[in-house]
């Protein structure tokens, strides 16, 4: 098909999605009934689309004039290829099964139609970055998923929580969009443009230096929406948003789009840039996974998890291969979904049907043994964890075991302290074994810990709820994307991006299931253990009573100390020296004004001259009226013009 | 009509003020319509100036010029000030906003009780200077409007304002009259230094009467004018904007030629004049470190003052800079780029830091501004065509955000006269309408694509990247000003509209909670065309571009 042709789902894949946001959202409370099926309805259509219009290898873009400033055009550029083409799919496929999921989820809330409104506004945004021809379109897309994630991680805005995440949500990442924006516009400095086609032709123009200092800012971006170290504060607490929102933008989504914007940019990130991305992304994975295996809440600790394995994807295009990354992101969209859904109809299950304020229905250490009251649940759970830990014949050790063999080639051509990075991996990789054994273990296993509460009843979910579950449990098992269970390389997936000669080492499978089983059965033996996972401790409580600013941003002290002093030291400034000044020039001015009229009273005024002076002074000032000097013209007309203000305000 | 249309501009609003003042009885109803109905004719001749303009047109257009006052005053010459109007891309932009914040400002008026006659008045007085200032091509005339527009600005902050209206008042004026003064001086130096060609050449005789002038004489003139050929008598002084542009008409010798070697203490005088004018203009803006008065001014200006104030009085500053500062000192201005960048990058940053720690909604806004119009100065300073048309955008978009948000602090204010945003919380509950109108101006503001803001920004630090003389820290440093704006807006919007309703009063005379309602239909129709307007811009930036464009880009090729 010609480029132009494109077009057309170009603008039905965009304007669906917001015309549906603008309907539900103008279209007030009496569409809360049919929002949901309204919008899972639009959604399908925006699938059905994605897949029509869907031809691999072939590059097809569109292009508008937008405006002409200075010495250059701009552009909006939408691009199809295959990146797009498999983004475009997960995101409406976790998109509709999210939307079916929450039409049961939150039935009893009263403004579900802003709710279905925001996703809405999310999908036009997401699908927006997804086909985005340059990095200004990006940008401007990127930004609008920001709103989105704000509105919606707010959305039950009359609890102060979430809305103070959905800010910290907002600013943590704005600090990462300022870098992005940063890297965009020193493009547009040395080359002109930021579309793609462009950069790829003409990024050689610049020097390495600055195309390092270039892909870094850019990377900034990616730092922000996808929760890397020091950026991801917020993705934890996030967390206090509705659980399927959890699932499609803090787990599949929105999160995964600074991967895939290194997608994008990995021809212009130099081997300096890369290192750097890859020493970040360590820390996000390793940090983590090792706070996953200590909190109690059982959403954060996914979002620890989301935050580490997103840091494991980081890596892999720091390390070289995105196309590893892309694989681990698709993945890993599924299962953590399914995950973060399966979670959510935990919560579900033993939300008190009666308000009670001691009972926690996310802490995990009020759950235990559900897996008899939540058969389909616990079934999905377990296979989207087994996913998720990576044991063999589950997507994500698949994907995984394709980062960590990159990561032992790349390793042996840069040296022996190269080892360290896929090490690190693996060692990572027993921790996430560990904490998802934890976690199944203290929600599914053991004795039944809810009954604190007397009205906790736990029931397994409608159909509407796990259907979208089994679904994406389905999907985590490995035969969809290879049909070897321990050789991502033979499967469709890895040529479908592009990969001609994919790379295997065939101990890496077996050390990374030793890995796998060792750390899970660390965690059963802890299970065993008289007092597991510790959970008889000193409960530690998450709600913050004050809100002071700053506090709120960041728990970690490295941001909050040189940002407190910088906002403390511009106070100060304002108050005691600029304010200061002026005031000692204003008094001092009185006090000479004083000086002047005491001697204007009593020498210049003093006895006869009096007279003789005014007399002639007003002569004077007479005469200079005409005397042509602009001066004096201007005092006349100002004189006047402040009579007749003087006349009109004294009415 | 149409040839006078610009000075039908200036007319309309000073010959409303004049029958306001004249009235016969003193009904504030009637003060009300003249006002009302002033502004819509002035709306219309806006509309008819628009439906003119030739927006291809890289020059001067619309163009008036009436000699005012020609005297010969001896060896110094002659003076020769004119009566000069015109337009073009740059000033023609920011008259549509004039009218456009006059006209808000006056709706929002409506309920102003006390001395209606005065303040109708004085309103319509200011809103005939600040429309002068973008049309005059005369810096005398210029001048005077620009002076006039003091005078009623300070007595509608003195006498319609806040508890604490007087000192804010007479900051506002010593702060501006400090800044007048400076600008004064320079246009005495610039007055002195520089001739009318056209008509020194009419007083040497070699043009006629009623010829018109060649560019051949011109330049034949320029020539001499080098050479010492034309005795003193017979130079022409200007205050023309057109021939002080130009650095053939200035006077070999004389305190701000071109190739001047005047100093003090060891500057340039034409670095020190430009500086000075610099600084006169900076009051304006405002730049920090000459921006106290600004927050002070808006906390205690009545609403409508505020509108105008932030929505149109501080663009002067920037109209300033490019006509004037940059206009006839290219060189100094390049030269400075540095300097004036990074004051740019302050006034964003400090200005951000500041409005993070406010407590009162209206100063929050205030500083807000000091951090917006330092991405204009940043633009500016850049000196690239993409900064100085993107400069022209920001100022149009924070004329139409900021008269948003100040319009929407004070629908709080006139409901509770109570402006702590502590004092708040949960307002999402009894005043939704207002909430998300709240919500789509903090967006706007804070830069969300989709709305001009981020337009602006965009390209105000795109020209800082593009521009030859500037180091890229500093706009890159100024990125961290999007980053604040996030900042507070969010955290106030946190604050004030969400969790549960609660309300601490401070003011005893308004007891119960029942006073915040949500927005009345006047409020509405005042604020949504505003959004709707700041959506438009921002989707789609060519309506300003497109009239800014070549003349920037014929502007900026004449000055280098």
Not at chain 1, 398 to 425: C, H, M, N, Q, R
Not at chain 2, 301 to 312: F, K, Q, Y
Not at chain 2, 375 to 385: C, K, P, S
Request: aromatic residues 14%; hydrophobic residues 55%.
């Amino acid at each position: 098909m010609p480029d132009a042709a494109y077009l057309l789902p170009v603008s039905l894949l965009l304007g669906l999605p917001f015309a549906a946001f603008l309907i539900f959202w103008l279209g007030g409370k009496g569409l809360n009934k049919i929002a949901g099926y309204a919008g899972a309805l639009v959604t399908a259509a925006g699938l059905g689309i994605s897949i029509f219009f869907a031809e691999p290898d072939v590059l097809h873009t569109v292009r508008f004039d937008w405006l002409v400033i200075g010495s250059f055009p701009i552009e909006i550029a939408f691009r199809f290829d295959t990146l797009s083409c498999i983004m475009l799919v997960v995101v409406h496929f976790v998109a509709l099964l999210v939307q079916l999921y929450s039409v049961s989820y939150l039935h009893h809330d009263r403004n579900l139609n802003r709710y279905f409104a925001f996703i809405q506004l999310f999908l036009f945004s997401m699908i927006g970055i997804v086909l985005s021809g340059s990095l200004l379109v990006m940008y401007i897309f990127w930004e609008l998923v920001g709103l989105s994630s704000y509105l919606l991680i707010g959305f039950w805005y009359h609890k102060p929580r979430p809305v103070w995440a959905a800010q910290k949500a907002f600013v943590l990442n704005r600090i990462g969009d300022a870098a992005f924006l940063t890297g965009i516009l020193m493009l547009f400095y040395y080359i002109g443009s930021t579309d793609f086609e462009v950069l790829s032709i003409s990024v050689d123009s610049i020097s390495p230096g600055i195309l390092t200092a270039i892909g870094l800012c850019l990377f900034g971006g990616c730092m922000g929406k996808s929760a890397q170290f020091p950026l991801s504060g917020w993705l934890p607490d996030a967390m206090e948003g509705p659980t399927p929102v959890s699932a499609l933008i803090h787990a599949a989504t929105m999160v995964a789009a600074g991967i895939f914007l290194l997608a994008r940019i990995s021809f212009l990130l130099t081997f300096d840039a890369r290192l750097v991305i890859a020493m970040i992304g360590m820390i996000t994975m390793v940090i983590g996974a090792i706070k996953a295996t200590s909190v109690w809440d059982i959403k954060r600790v996914l979002a620890y998890s989301t935050m580490s394995q997103l840091g494991l994807m980081v890596m892999a295009v720091g390390l070289g291969s995105w196309q590893t990354a892309f694989f681990h992101l698709t993945t890993h969209a599924f299962f953590k979904a399914g995950l973060f859904l399966s979670a959510g109809s935990v919560i579900h299950a033993v939300t008190p049907s009666e308000a009670d304020d001691q009972f926690d229905p996310q802490d995990m250490r009020n759950m235990g043994g559900l897996r008899k009251a939540l058969p389909v649940t616990f079934i999905c759970f377990l296979i989207c964890a087994s996913a998720l830990a990576g044991l063999p014949f589950f997507s994500g050790f698949l994907s995984k075991d394709a980062i960590i063999t990159e990561g032992f080639l790349w390793a042996g051509k840069y040296g022996a302290v190269g080892y360290i990075f896929p090490v690190v991996i693996m060692l990572s990789a027993g921790l996430t074994a560990y904490y998802m054994t934890r976690q199944l273990w203290l929600v599914f296993f053991g004795e039944k810990r809810y009954h604190i509460s007397h009205h906790v009843h736990p029931h397994e979910s409608p159909a509407i709820m796990f259907g979208p579950m089994l679904l994406l449990s389905a999907l985590s098992i490995f035969t969809w994307f290879s049909w070897n269970p321990f050789d991502a390389g033979s499967g469709w997936f890895m040529s479908f991006i592009g990969v001609i000669e994919p790379s295997h080492l065939s101990w890496v499978p077996i050390a990374a299931t030793v890995v796998t089983l060792v750390s899970i059965f660390l965690a059963y033996r802890e299970s065993k253990a008289g007092n597991p996972f510790h959970i008889v401790s000193e409960k530690q409580t998450w709600a913050k009573p004050s809100f002071s600013f700053l506090l709120d941003y960041s728990n970690e002290k490295y941001f909050l100390v040189p940002f407190a002093f910088i906002a403390e030291l511009c106070k100060k400034i304002e108050k005691r020296s600029i304010d200061a000044f002026v005031e000692f020039v204003a008094k001092g001015s009185v006090v000479l004004a004083h000086v002047l009229s005491w001697s204007d009273r009593n020498i210049v005024d003093g006895g006869v001259k009096l007279t003789v002076f005014s007399i002639r002074s007003a002569g004077q000032s007479v005469r200079n009226l005409q005397n042509g000097k602009i001066q004096s013209y201007l005092l006349v007309t100002i004189t006047g013009v402040l009579l007749l203000i003087l006349w009109l305000v004294t009415f | 009509m149409i040839d006078h249309i610009l000075t039908l501009l200036i007319a309309i609003p000073l010959l409303g003020a004049l029958a306001i003042a004249a009235w016969p009885d003193n009904r504030a109803q009637n003060f009300r319509m003249i006002a009302l109905v002033t502004m819509i004719l002035e709306f219309l001749a806006a509309v008819t100036m628009y439906a003119v303009f030739d927006h291809s047109q890289s020059g001067f257009q619309l163009s008036e010029a009436v000699d005012w006052i020609t005297l010969p005053i001896g060896s110094l010459g002659v003076v020769s000030i004119d009566y000069a109007l015109a337009i073009d891309g740059i000033s023609f932009p920011l008259i549509l906003l004039a009218v456009l914040v006059l006209f808000v400002g006056l709706i929002s008026s409506w309920n102003i009780e006390k001395r209606t006659r005065g303040y109708f008045s004085l309103y319509l007085l200011l809103s005939g200077s600040v429309i002068g200032c973008f049309l005059a091509q005369d810096f005398f005339l210029f001048y005077l409007f620009f002076e006039f527009m003091l005078l009623p600005m300070y007595f509608l902050i003195g006498l319609w304002g806040g508890p604490r209206r007087e000192y804010a008042a007479l900051k506002f004026f010593i702060y501006t009259f400090f800044g007048s003064l400076l600008i004064l001086i320079v246009m005495i130096a610039l007055y002195l230094s520089a001739i009318d060609p056209v008509e020194t050449a009419r007083a040497v005789g070699v043009l006629g009467l009623e010829d018109i002038a060649t560019k051949d004489i011109i330049i034949q003139l320029q020539q001499w004018l080098v050479e010492g050929k034309i005795a003193p008598e017979q130079l022409v002084h200007t205050f023309r904007f057109a021939y002080l542009a130009d650095a053939g008409n200035y006077i070999p010798g004389s305190i701000l030629s071109i190739v001047s070697d005047f100093y003090i203490l060891d500057i340039p005088v034409r670095l020190l004049a430009f500086w000075f004018l610099f600084v006169g203009f900076a009051v304006k803006l405002p730049v920090v470190p000459v921006h106290t008065w600004l927050p002070d001014a808006h906390v205690e200006a009545p609403t409508p003052i505020s509108v105008v104030l932030a929505g149109i009085l501080l663009k002067i500053g920037g109209y300033g800079f490019i006509r004037i500062v940059d206009g006839f000192f290219p060189v100094e201005a390049e030269y400075s780029t540095v300097p004036l960048a990074v004051l740019g990058m302050i006034s964003i940053v400090y200005g951000g830091f500041n409005a993070l720690g406010q407590s009162d909604l209206k100063k929050m806004i205030a500083y807000s501004s000091v951090s917006h119009m330092g991405f204009v100065l940043l633009g500016i300073a850049a000196f690239t065509a993409e900064g100085i048309n993107g400069a022209i955008y920001q100022m149009v978009s924070h004329g139409v955000l900021s008269a948003m948000l100040f319009l929407l602090a004070g629908v709080v204010y006139d409901r509770t006269h109570d402006r702590k945003i502590e004092n708040y919380r949960g307002l999402i509950h009894m005043m939704p309408k207002y909430t998300v109108l709240t919500g789509i101006a903090f967006f706007a503001s804070l830069g969300l694509p989709g709305f001009s803001g981020f337009v602006g920004e965009l390209f105000t630090l795109m020209g800082a990247f593009q521009s030859e003389n500037m180091p890229v820290w500093i706009p890159a440093l100024s990125t961290l000003g999007i980053v604040l704006a996030a900042a507070y807006f969010l955290w106030t919007y946190q604050r004030m509209f969400f969790g549960s309703f609660w309300y601490k009063n401070d003011n005893s005379s308004h007891s119960t909670t029942h006073v915040l309602t949500d927005l009345t239909t006047r409020e509405t129709a005042l604020l949504v065309p505003l959004a709707l307007l700041a959506l438009l811009l921002g989707i789609l930036p060519g309506l300003v571009f497109d009239i800014t464009g070549p003349t920037v880009a014929a502007w900026i090729e004449g000055l280098k």
